[in-house]
């Protein structure tokens, strides 16, 4: 009976003290401070999620990812690999975002890109993209793009593609479609003086991309059904995004561009980000994927986080409002007690005054 009764005193003390306007006041205090990063958080998934620009959804998911470990990482890797543009592209990004990197590595790859620069290797490269159409650097892709602007390209191929038709040899469609289509924009690009190479040089990349494996089976199935159709927003309007992502970002970036996008409207948003970011493009695709043109936060996300933030503030307001209220209370209790024991202290006077009369 004695254990009861000291629990019964020691939950009605603890009890008194949940009660304490300051419990309420700390309450207020730590909900409204937790509600300043969740609120700030909710802000910044809503405007992740209402951007639709694909510079601004880059930068942000940039902000996550890249750091000096993960620049100095990419580029050894790219170096190993002997992938000059890719490590240079690093660079470039880490110096836009002022990451400073180890100086070695940047002296490593200024030597590796003299080396390659040299009058044999660069002249072995043309010949080998004129003459095969597999571009896979700035010299072959010349050497590709002028086969194809002479039309040899695209004769090559089409008579590649067909003869393998013919001889019941597995033959691809989309490589013999494009190939027709390059005829007929290389016809337009000597018309307009020079105006359609965007699109001439897009369709070779979308050639070479098919050939190598590099052209997203997604896209693929819009290339096929457009290949037939050489009028302006089909197949035109797709080539001369790659085109425009290839002289602002380099082949590479073109090409992975086709490998990452599922729909033409994607490479669209990839030249916007190719004429924002340059040469930086290549390293921004590696490290986010679709995700530097696309969001990566859901509305379910974003829902979420508001419900914190929601959650947080009326935490925050219902804490002030009982601490207002306790303390209220309390001071009209005080206020109560205070005038009982004034009058208690009247009436006991009061009485001692006509107690000392009778007394005498």
């Not at 018309?191 to 997203?216: D, F, Q, W």
């Amino acid at each position: 009976m004695r254990k009861a009764n000291l629990l019964v005193r020691a939950f009605g003390h603890v009890g008194g003290q949940l009660r304490h306007p300051a419990t309420a006041l700390v309450c207020a205090l730590i909900l409204g401070y937790a509600a300043i990063p969740v609120g700030w958080t909710a802000f910044d998934r809503t405007q992740q999620f209402t951007s639709n620009d694909p510079v601004t959804i880059s930068d942000r998911a940039l902000d996550g990812v890249f750091d000096r470990a993960v620049a100095e990482r990419e580029i050894k890797a790219a170096l190993a690999a002997g992938d000059l543009d890719l490590a240079q592209s690093f660079l470039d990004l880490s110096v836009d975002r002022a990451v400073v990197i180890d100086p070695s590595l940047a002296d490593k790859l200024k030597h590796a890109q003299t080396d390659a620069a040299s009058a044999s290797h660069t002249v072995g490269r043309f010949v080998n993209g004129f003459w095969s159409g597999e571009p896979n650097d700035l010299a072959s892709l010349a050497g590709t793009a002028t086969g194809d602007l002479f039309v040899f390209g695209d004769i090559r191929d089409a008579a590649r593609e067909g003869t393998r038709y013919l001889v019941g040899k597995p033959a691809d469609p989309w490589i013999l479609g494009l190939a027709g289509v390059g005829i007929a924009v290389t016809a337009g690009t000597y018309l307009s003086a020079g105006l359609a190479v965007p699109e001439r040089i897009g369709l070779t990349l979308a050639k070479v991309a098919r050939r190598t494996g590099r052209l997203n089976p997604l896209l693929a199935t819009r290339v096929a059904r457009d290949a037939v159709k050489a009028e302006k927003g089909g197949l035109v309007n797709l080539v001369g995004d790659v085109g425009r992502i290839e002289s602002k970002a380099g082949t590479q970036a073109a090409l992975d561009s086709l490998k990452i996008a599922e729909e033409p409207r994607d490479v669209a948003r990839l030249a916007r980000l190719s004429a924002a970011k340059g040469g930086k493009t290549r390293a921004i695709i590696k490290l986010l994927g679709r995700g530097a043109i696309l969001l990566s936060v859901t509305a379910f996300d974003v829902a979420t986080w508001m419900l914190w933030a929601g959650l947080m503030l009326f935490g925050f307001v219902s804490g002030l409002k009982a601490a207002t209220e306790r303390t209220t209370l309390r001071y009209l209790r005080w206020r109560k007690a205070r005038r009982v024991r004034a009058e208690l202290r009247a009436l006991a006077l009061a009485s001692d005054k006509h107690a000392i009369p009778a007394a005498a």
